[in-house]
């Protein structure tokens, strides 16, 4: 299994929403709830957003959340900023872990 | 504070080994899982295994699992990566990472990160 698809790019305007998408299959993102979500900005190590699907850490903006449909999770950015601009990877589990291509956003 | 400090770069030779510390300080090393990750320039984040600080217990990506181990040093604090018969795609940015102890599992999530150590491997 290599890496999870998501869309090589995002965009938005402030205060706008957008979705992220990671496609995984029944094997993986179906079958568990173990889907993760980091940001990452260029040159720094990534952060944590979103665990177990659906769940912030402490201090993450409730402008962050995270979804699960079938074999497809999600990440959705509510009232975009311009410091949301960077990169999103998911990750999940299947016998194995494995992190999304990564999607970058771009906040016009 | 919480934190994971890892080393400066390092530079090897093509089939060569590197071995990555991973210092712990404001939280218990034993407590929770330790992962590694790894960025190649320009690529995105691959996950390459996970220890269990407390027993030693470990698990490897199919990809790694010939030429990679990790440890831990309790009396340190650290953990560490060595990847052995180094490549040059093995050129990446090393990043250790602590298992979330809020999530559901040692797959969960991964919450605290070192900063990274550029490896680069050349001939």
């Known amino acids: 299994q290599s890496a999870l698809p998501q869309p090589r790019s995002v965009s938005g305007s402030p205060g706008q929403s957008v979705t992220i998408s990671c496609t995984g299959t029944?094997?993986?993102?179906?079958?568990?709830?173990?889907v993760s979500w980091y940001q990452q900005f260029p040159g720094k190590a990534p952060k944590l957003l979103i665990y177990?699907?659906?769940e912030r850490p402490s201090g993450v903006p409730d402008r962050f959340s995270g979804s699960k449909s079938g074999n497809t999770a999600s990440l959705t950015i509510s009232g975009l900023r311009s410091e949301d601009e960077a990169d999103y990877y998911c990750?999940?589990?299947?016998?194995?872990?494995?992190f999304g291509e990564g999607t970058r956003l771009t906040v016009l | 504070q919480a934190q994971l400090v890892q080393s400066g770069d390092e530079v090897r030779k093509t089939g060569a080994s590197v071995k990555v510390p991973c210092k712990a300080s404001?939280?218990?090393?034993?407590?929770?899982?330790v992962t590694w990750v790894r960025q190649a320039p320009g690529q995105g984040l691959e996950w390459m295994g996970w220890?269990?600080?407390?027993?030693?217990?470990?698990k490897y990506a199919q990809k790694f699992q010939d030429r990679v181990s990790m440890t831990t040093d309790a009396s340190t604090s650290t953990a560490y990566m060595e990847l052995r018969s180094l490549r040059s795609d093995d050129t990446a940015i090393y990043y250790c990472?602590?298992?979330?102890?809020?999530?559901?599992?040692?797959?969960?999530?991964?919450?605290?990160w070192g900063q990274g150590t550029m490896v680069t491997v050349s001939s």
């Open positions: 990472a602590r298992v979330f102890p809020g999530g559901s599992g040692w797959t969960s999530a991964f919450d605290l």
């Open positions: 404001g939280y218990n090393l034993a407590s929770d899982g």
């Open positions: 220890i269990n600080p407390y027993n030693g217990n470990t």
């Open positions: 029944s094997g993986d993102i179906g079958r568990y709830n173990h």
């Open positions: 177990d699907v659906t």
């Open positions: 990750c999940s589990y299947a016998r194995s872990v494995f």
